[in-house]
């Protein structure tokens, strides 16, 4: 079993819908939780960061992390084309060593 | 400023060779780390540098790889003796190393190999 869980979808939405993303894990040690955004052909970028459980909200886009369920969500609201790309978990225990999930590629249709 | 830089951007290489990637991480930042992303699956960590030094190298998956770092600059991806599982694309991140916490750690764009 991975560590990380991801569905890799694909995932397709109309513009203005609400995109939901999640990522399942095993290791209970894990209390970082990051998403990033990858474009086609470019490096990960950070977009949201979590410590421990709770929700974290940065404009169109809302985290939110369940500990006892293990079990993190990526929310994007009112999406745009601009939105399409593959959004990737990752997961650490405070040190310096990420396990990424496989990573979900999203399309919005315009 | 500039963000995390990799050469080559691709590159297409035979059976048997050997290759070498570039990583120029963003000024100032102490830690490097190099991961490696197969189609279709997560980032996979490699290797982790703090200066120069390269206190952990668990995720090598072979003696055919290797690594190194120049000071707290430049580090050279080797890849000895190509085999066609090793067609990846390689991320190199930096970040800064403030001793606790988990760092942000900022992607280059990697690079693209190609074993034919």
């Known amino acids: 079993q991975k560590e990380v869980e991801q569905d890799p979808g694909p995932l397709s939405v109309p513009e203005g819908a609400i995109v939901s993303l999640n990522c399942t894990y095993s290791n209970s040690a894990f209390q970082y939780f990051m998403w990033y955004r990858q474009y086609s052909r470019k490096g990960p970028e950070l977009l949201m960061y979590?410590?421990?459980?709770g929700n974290k909200e940065d404009g169109r886009f809302t985290a939110q992390v369940d500990k006892s369920s293990k079990y993190i969500s990526l929310f994007i609201r009112d999406s745009q084309p601009s939105d399409s790309a593959t959004y990737l978990c990752a997961m650490s225990a405070g040190d310096y060593k990420l396990s990424f999930g496989a990573g979900t590629t999203v399309t919005v249709r315009a | 400023g500039a963000g995390v830089s990799q050469s080559p951007s691709n590159k297409v290489t035979e059976k048997g060779k050997d290759v070498e990637l570039r990583c120029d991480p963003i000024?100032?930042?102490?830690?490097l780390y190099w991961y490696r992303q197969r189609l279709g699956q997560g980032l996979e960590f490699l290797i982790y540098?703090?200066?120069?030094?390269?206190?952990?190298k668990s995720g090598l998956p072979s003696d055919r790889f290797s690594a190194e770092r120049t000071g707290e600059s430049v580090s050279t991806l080797t890849i000895q003796r190509t085999q066609q599982e090793d067609s990846a694309v390689y991320l190199c991140?930096?970040?800064?190393?403030?001793?606790?916490?988990?760092?942000?750690?900022?992607f280059g764009p990697g690079t693209r190999l190609t074993v034919l």
């Open positions: 000024s100032g930042h102490t830690a």
């Open positions: 979590t410590y421990s459980s």
């Open positions: 991140a930096s970040s800064l190393w403030t001793g606790r916490d988990t760092d942000t750690q900022y």
């Open positions: 540098f703090q200066g120069n030094s390269a206190p952990d």
